[in-house]
């Protein structure tokens, strides 16, 4: 708080409530130091602000990739292993019949369909593979 400014001499001489006394070319130099590095100090909190959010950011994005990426491949291995058990199953029981159909129902793209497979043994030998004629 000032008290009161003298100008005997050429510059003004600030007397402050606590007794000191310093020239206004000296506080002037002060403030401009003091705005200086709360500008200097705001700017480096903003940059690091902005570099933590976008290192979130593509975080977040990879985590995301990963994640649908696992999700098609454990969606594809279920439709392989689905299909392949419906065509032992239709295999087995086909070793009493010449021909059969099995169905079954399996989840592709989130999406319901329905397989039929006819399992086509042309004789009762076992070395033959049962093979798939028809998916719908």
């Known amino acids: 708080m000032i008290k009161k400014i003298s100008n005997r001499n050429r510059e003004a001489v600030v007397i402050e409530a606590n007794g000191e006394v310093g020239s206004a070319e000296k506080n002037t130099v002060v403030v401009v130091v003091i705005v200086v590095v709360v500008v200097v100090v705001v700017v480096v909190v903003v940059k690091v602000v902005v ?3 976008v290192v979130v950011v593509v975080v977040v994005v990879v985590v995301v990739v990963v994640v649908v990426v696992v999700v ?4 594809v291995i279920t439709e392989v292993v689905v299909i392949t058990v419906v065509a032992a199953a239709a295999a087995v029981t086909s070793m009493a019949h010449k021909s059969t159909r ?6 592709s793209n989130g999406c319901m369909f329905l397989a039929e497979i006819a ?4 004789d009762r030998r076992l070395n033959y593979k049962p093979s798939i004629i028809k998916v719908y």
């Open 102 to 107: 099995a169905y079954c129902m399996y989840l």
């Open 51 to 53: 570099v933590v959010v």
């Open 119 to 122: 399992i086509i043994w042309p």
């Open 72 to 75: 098609e491949v454990v969606v």
